[in-house]
Structures are given as C-alpha cells and as structure tokens.
C-alpha cells in the first residue's frame, strides 16, 4: 500500500510537467512554462471557488491578457473546467462570475502537497477536496447523460447553490455539498428559496453528506450519502 502511494505520488508530481510542456504545444505556442505552472498551482489551490482573472493576475504577478491565454489553454487540456452560472431568472439578483474546477481532485491534492490528516483536520481542504470530487463524478454522468446542462448558483444577496443540473425538459436538480455528517434545515435553506422563487419547472434539492442514510427533508428535498455518488 505504502508503494501505491509512492507511485500515485510521483505519477501526480510529473504529470502537470508532461502536461504544461508537452501536450500544451498542440493547443498554443505559449513558451513561459514556469509562468504557466504558476498559474496552474494557483488555480489549483482556488478549485471550486470564486474568484476573477484580475485577482489571479495580482497574485501570480501576471497580466490580465496573459492570465486569460493561459486560462484558455488550461481549459483546452481538460485541467480546468469552467462551470458557468445558472443565468435564468431574475437578472438582478443573479452575480456575473464562474467557478473553476480542477478536473481530478488526486491532482489538487498530490500536486498542493495535502495529506489525509491535514485534509481532515482543515475545512477549506476538506471542502475543496470533496467538492471537486463531486463536480467530477457529476461532469461525467451529466456528459453521458446528454439531455443536462451543469451549472451552479450564486446571487447579490449571497444565496448559493453548488451544482445546478438542468435537463432539456426544464426539470432541475439542485445539489449543495457538505463535508460534515450532521444536518438540519438551515443546509436546505437555498435550496428551498430556488425552488420558491426560481424554478418554473420540477425542481428536486439535494444536499451531499458524509453520513450513510438517506434522508427526507420536505416533499423533494433529501440529504443523500456522498459515498451514493461515486457508487
């Protein structure tokens, strides 16, 4: 096992190199691969988080035009995923930014250097972690499904909603991620307001949890068991 781990590690360390130096040729002809990488490990650390181009700019000391071909080229490899905002509705309560995902949470971890203890005892790790891994599984069960759309939700008065998954018929699941065990109707309370005052359509609400049974919170809202999703 502790082999395994070894192995998984140095395959996850060289793998950004082989990437940001080799297959990012076919994309670009970017050559600044230091900076590159820098931008990377950024993103990386910033996964499933809010932020915009000009705070990533400022902190890798990189400009704007710069930071946005890169970004691109970082999405054409599939390191990155931009997953937009469910823009339908009330524009004016709606915000304007995106969400970034790494597109495997083994690379957030391995590459930042994170272990299972620290992931632990650390909620910002633990919830990027998880978050990440959850966006992953549900990108690919939305691609082989065909007929959804994924986004996520976030509005001025700082009501958000971590997964959005629309289908063609205009039915919505609303998914919240949570890294404890312990719930209560404040994790549903987005949730219920989204289907309140936004959803015209069938609209189901879920919260992921790390706790084992599946519970009913209201007619179409369940907390169900992270560990369903990657059954």
């Known amino acids: 096992m502790e082999l395994e781990q070894r192995f ?8 950004p190199d082989n990437l940001l130096t080799k297959d990012i040729r076919d994309v670009t002809e970017i050559r600044k691969f230091d900076v590159l990488r820098k ?6 650390a910033h996964s499933s988080k809010f932020f915009n181009v000009s705070e990533l700019a400022a902190k890798t000391g990189v400009g704007k035009a710069t930071v946005d071909t890169y970004l691109s080229a970082l999405k054409a490899l599939y390191v ?3 997953v937009p905002l469910w823009s339908k509705g009330d524009y004016s ?19 930042l250097g994170w272990n299972d203890e620290s992931i632990y005892m650390d909620g910002d790790m633990s919830g990027k ?6 966006y992953q599984n549900l990108a690919s069960l939305v691609d082989v499904q065909g007929d959804c759309e994924l986004s996520q939700y976030r509005d001025s008065k700082k009501r958000e909603i971590d997964f959005i998954v629309e289908r063609s018929d205009g039915a919505i699941l609303g998914i919240e991620v949570k890294a404890g065990s312990s719930l209560g109707e404040e994790d549903f309370k ?16 879920i919260v992921l949890y790390s706790g084992e049974h599946t519970l009913r919170f209201g007619e179409g809202f369940y907390a169900v068991p992270l560990a369903t999703l990657g059954a």
């Open 93 to 111: 309560r709606i915000g304007k930014r995106s969400k970034y995902f790494a597109s495997d949470a083994g690379l957030v971890v391995n590459i």
């Open 129 to 134: 972690t998880i978050e990440t891994w959850v």
């Open 190 to 205: 987005h949730l219920k307001w989204f289907a309140k005052n936004l959803a015209k359509d069938e609209f189901t609400g």
């Open 8 to 15: 998984r590690k140095k395959w996850f360390q060289a793998y």
């Open 39 to 44: 931008i990377a490990v950024w993103l990386l």
């Open 80 to 82: 990155f995923d931009e």
